[in-house]
């Protein structure tokens, strides 16, 4: 039976992984209006680096 800490981080990835996918989606579709895209490409290395930490973790 997984502990409460596992399952907290094994929460925190999969929410990391589905927010990663739409943040993929947005960028896909937004056009290059002010900036939308340099924040959303941003939003998703901020992603990628959580979910490396949590790998190592």
Do not use: C, H, Q, W
């Not at 937004?30 to 979910?51: C, H, Q, S, W």
């Amino acid at each position: 039976m997984k502990s409460e800490e596992e399952l907290k981080l094994e929460t925190i990835r999969r929410l990391a992984r589905k927010a990663l996918k739409e943040l993929d989606e947005a960028y896909r579709r937004i056009p290059e209006t002010d900036n939308g895209k340099a924040y959303l490409f941003r939003g998703k290395e901020r992603v990628r680096m959580m979910l490396s930490i949590l790998k190592e973790g």
